[in-house]
């Protein structure tokens, strides 16, 4: 079955301790996205590619980067991790259209984030 | 700016009976996408149902129905005989036409009771 693959789906890392998160697909999608998911609230987009063209959210912090090696991989990384960035990670796909309209997103299973 | 609006933040339903949860969304936009989307427990967020604003029929999937009333900016979402299995985080969400980005509200926790 096609779908979006997360890992670790578990991660704990130390403070300032950079870490890397890992998401995959199979749908063949050309914008994949990354969102912060904080516990009881909605998720807030970080920043999204299209095909590999990289768009950054205004407020998301510096220490937040991300690399799209190719059609199927997108990373997250994050440089010097704090206790604030202790949260679920969200990566979804979707199909832009030649006509610039993107489609449905759909989302991987998250990788939980603990930052001590 | 859009903006996603779930008065409820939390719903309970008895198994087998039916449940509406409400949204309502901002918009200078006419032509736009609106979605529910259901986030059980330390589970993956799933798409539950989707609207094209152009569409004056609302969208149904089986026991999940929408009321949809463009003028309003309303969404509301139905869920029919409600099984356990429904019980989690619901999140109302507004994508335009022509953007990436999704706008969600603050989502829905919903508990189904046997």
Redesign the interface.
Known sequence: DAMVIQNPRYQVTQFGKPVTLSCSQTLNHN?M?WYQQKS????K?LF?Y?DKDF?NEADTPDNFQSRRPNTSFCFLDIRSPGLGDTAMY?CAT?R?TSG???E???????TRLLVL | AQTVTQSQPEMSVQEAETVTLSCTYDTSESDYYLFWYKQPPSRQMILVIRQEAYKQQNATENRFSVNFQKAAKSFSLKISDSQLGDAAMYFCAYQNNAGNMLTFGGGTRLMVKP
Request: glycine share 14%; charged share 5%.
């Open positions: 914008v996205y009881s609230q909605a998720p987009l999204h299209y768009n969200l979707s832009r610039g309209a993107s449905t997103q759909y989302f991987g299973p998250g």
